[in-house]
């Protein structure tokens, strides 16, 4: 019953699965959205959900999370975002780029996700389920 985070895009009927990660084993928070969703608003829910647990934690992000508003909540809760700004930003600003580097780590993460045809293909209906079968995967991650 209800939205059961799938939605429409390009590519057809997906979900998104949102992640924020201390590296490419330990996950802080996580939820789902539907493929039409973009990214920052949902970049903003995960910010909010972290909180100022970890303040002074860098935030490094790809370019879909590079708005002002994320990155103003960023800094409300303590954190510096790192992102780079996109290509077309009227007033583009510095980052730290050496750090930045760093962001492969998350990307790591999720190719270790992708490793589990289950979770990659999501056979489940209900986001529950789906759910229950994410945090199974980093589970086994984690235990690796």
């Known amino acids: 019953t209800g939205k059961q985070a799938i939605g429409k895009s390009k590519g057809g009927w997906n979900t998104k699965l949102h992640v924020v990660s201390a590296d490419d084993q330990v996950v802080v928070e996580v939820h789902l959205s539907g493929g039409e969703c973009h990214d920052a608003p949902e970049g903003r829910k995960s910010i909010e959900a972290v909180g100022k647990s970890y303040e002074g934690v860098p935030l490094l992000m790809d370019k879909a999370y590079e708005g002002d508003e994320t990155r103003s909540l960023a800094r409300a809760n303590g954190h510096e975002p790192i992102v780079p700004p996109k290509s077309n930003r009227a007033d583009p600003w510095?980052?730290?780029?050496?750090?930045?580097?760093?962001?492969?780590?998350?990307?790591?993460?999720?190719?270790?996700?992708?490793?589990?045809?289950?979770?990659c293909t999501r056979y489940e209906k209900t986001d529950v389920m789906f759910m229950a079968f994410v945090h199974f995967v980093f589970t086994v991650i984690w235990l690796n």
């Not at 050496?98 to 999720?110: D, H, S």
């Open 94 to 119: 510095e980052y730290d780029k050496e750090t930045y580097k760093k962001r492969n780590v998350v990307e790591r993460l999720f190719r270790r996700i992708k490793g589990f045809r289950r979770v």
